[in-house]
C-alpha cells in the first residue's frame, strides 16, 4: 500500500493515449501514479467519479498589464479569473507599461509572480528597436516562454516593422519566435481613409485580410531565409491559414477562441467591446478557422485576453482600444464547442495543453503522466451555465461574452498538487510560480 499527498478517485481521465477512467496519485506537487489506487491512501482525496480530469489547461496568450493600470487588470486579479475560469498556467505578454524588454524588468516580474501569481506564469519578452542585439541573451533568461514581435502596432510602443530588423531579429538567438502579423505600412497608408466616429465595422475594414496576409508573407519569407521557428499568433484570414500549411515545417499557428465563437455581426451588437486586434471578421474566416482546428493546422488556442477601461472601450471608433477580455471566460467557451460536437475533447487538451507545451517548450506541463506536475483541471461536460458579467475578476469588469450560455463548465483547478478553485472558491493563498522552459 502506497501513500501520496493527493489521489484524484475515478475521474475520466483525458490521458496522451485517450480518454481512460482511472485513479491519479500525486507526491511532491508531481505526479506520481496513475491506475488503480483502490489499496492506497492519501492525505487529501478527490472524488472524482463524473467529471472529466484534464492536464492543467494553458493560456498561452494573455495580457495581465502588470505594470500598468490595476484598475484595468493586474496580475493577481488576472491570475485569479484564470483559476476560476480552470486554467493553470498562463503566459503573459511583455506590452506593459512599462514594457518587458530587459533583464532587470524579467527578474522584477519573476519574483514579483512568486507570491502574488494564483496560477503558474510563463513570460514573453518584448523585441523593440532598441534590444534586437540582446535578445539572444533575454530569451535564456529563466522563465522566459518566448520572444514576443509586434510586427504590426496595437496597444503599447512595442513594433518593428520593417524587413531588414525583422531579420536581424531572427538571426538573434534560436528559439521559436511569436509573431502580431499584420504588415504596418499597409495599416499606416490606408489609415487616413478612416475618420472619427465611424462605424466599428470599419475595424476589419481598415486591418483587413491582406494587412494580415502581407505580414505573414513577409515574415514567412524572413524565416525561411533565416531558418528560424516561428510562431504566428492569432491567425485571423483564410488565406493565412491555407498559406501556413507550407511552412509546417518552421512555423505553428495560435487560434483565438475569439475567432472561433465570433463574426462581425458583434461589432453592430458589441460596439467597441468587439474591436481587438487582428480584427474579428466575416463567417468565411470563422468556418477556415475551424477547419484549420480539424484538419490539424492549429498548434494553440489562445484568448488574447486583453483588458481595458470601459471609458478607453467607449471613446468613438477608431480611438477606441483594442482588446477584450477572455481568461476567465475561455475554458468554459472551449468546453461548450466540444458539447456542440465541433472538436473532441482530446483535441482540445492538445490545443490547450500538448501544443503549448511543445511549441514553447514548457517543461513537466501540458500532459498528464508519471513525473509531469500535478496541475488538473477537474470538468463537468453537462453542467449548464451562462456567463455573467458579475462573474468576471478582472477590474475592468466586463467580458464580451456577457449572456453566453455554455455546457460544460470548471469545477476545480489543481496546480502542482494543490487544489487552487473549487466551485467558484478561491482556496488558500498564490500559489503560482514562474514557468520552466527548454532554452
Ligand atoms: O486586441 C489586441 N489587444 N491585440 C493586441 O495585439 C494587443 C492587445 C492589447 O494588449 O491590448
Redesign the pocket.
Known amino acids: 500500500m502506497a501513500a501520496y499527498d493527493l489521489i484524484l478517485r475515478g475521474g475520466a481521465c483525458v490521458l496522451p493515449w485517450g480518454i481512460e477512467t482511472t485513479d491519479v496519485g500525486v507526491r511532491a506537487g508531481r505526479i506520481a501514479a496513475l491506475g488503480d489506487l483502490r489499496l492506497d491512501s492519501a492525505a487529501q482525496e478527490i472524488d472524482a467519479r463524473g467529471l472529466h480530469v484534464l492536464p492543467g489547461l494553458i493560456d498561452a496568450h494573455v ?1 495581465l ?1 502588470d505594470p500598468g493600470d490595476p484598475a484595468v487588470e493586474n496580475l493577481s486579479d488576472g491570475t485569479k479569473g484564470a483559476i476560476l475560469g480552470g486554467l493553470t498556467t498562463v503566459f503573459d ?1 511583455p ?1 506593459t507599461a512599462p514594457s518587458v524588454t530587459d533583464k532587470p524588468r524579467l527578474d522584477w516580474k519573476r519574483d514579483y509572480i512568486n507570491g502574488t501569481a494564483w496560477c503558474d506564469v510563463g513570460m514573453y519578452v518584448g523585441a523593440s528597436m532598441n534590444n534586437i542585439s540582446e535578445l539572444a541573451r533575454l530569451e535564456a533568461e529563466p522563465n522566459v516562454c518566448a520572444i514576443k514581435v ?1 510586427a504590426g502596432s ?3 510602443d512595442l513594433l518593428i516593422a520593417d524587413d531588414v530588423s525583422l531579420e536581424a531579429v531572427m538571426l538573434s538567438g534560436h528559439r521559436r519566435i511569436c509573431y ?1 502579423s499584420e504588415d504596418e505600412f499597409r495599416l499606416q497608408a490606408r489609415k487616413p481613409d478612416f475618420t472619427s466616429g465611424m462605424p466599428h465595422r470599419n475595424h476589419a475594414i481598415w486591418r483587413d485580410v491582406e494587412c494580415a496576409f502581407l505580414g505573414t508573407r513577409r515574415l514567412m519569407a524572413i524565416a525561411r531565409k533565416t531558418n528560424r521557428p516561428a510562431h504566428i ?2 491567425v485571423s484570414t483564410a488565406e493565412e491559414l491555407e498559406y501556413l500549411a507550407e511552412f509546417r515545417d518552421i512555423c505553428t499557428v495560435e487560434v483565438l477562441l475569439n475567432h472561433l465563437t465570433q463574426t462581425d455581426e458583434a461589432y453592430d451588437r458589441l460596439g467597441g467591446y468587439a ?4 480584427p474579428i471578421r466575416d463567417q468565411r474566416h470563422m468556418d477556415a478557422a475551424w477547419a484549420a482546428v480539424r484538419n490539424g493546422t492549429v498548434d494553440v488556442v489562445g484568448s ?1 485576453h ?3 477601461s470601459r471609458a478607453a472601450k467607449e471613446r468613438p471608433w477608431p480611438d477606441c ?4 477580455t477572455g481568461v476567465q471566460t475561455i475554458v468554459p467557451i472551449m468546453l461548450d464547442h466540444v458539447n456542440a460536437g465541433r472538436l473532441p475533447l482530446t483535441r482540445l487538451v492538445d490545443l490547450m495543453c500538448a501544443g503549448p507545451a511543445r511549441v514553447y517548450g514548457a517543461l513537466n506541463k501540458g500532459r498528464l503522466a508519471t513525473g509531469y506536475d500535478a496541475d488538473f483541471t477537474l470538468v463537468d461536460m453537462k453542467k449548464q451555465r451562462t456567463i455573467e458579467e458579475s462573474w468576471i475578476v478582472s477590474p475592468c469588469g466586463w467580458t464580451p461574452f456577457a449572456g453566453h450560455h455554455c455546457t460544460g463548465w470548471p469545477m476545480m483547478t489543481v496546480i502542482r498538487g494543490q487544489v487552487a478553485m473549487r466551485e467558484d472558491e478561491v482556496l488558500g493563498t498564490p500559489q503560482g510560480k514562474a514557468v520552466r522552459f527548454a532554452r
Open positions: 495580457h498589464r505578454m506590452n509586434f496595437s496597444t503599447g502580431h499568433l492569432h474591436v481587438m486586434n487582428p488574447d486583453a483588458p481595458h482600444a483594442a482588446g477584450l
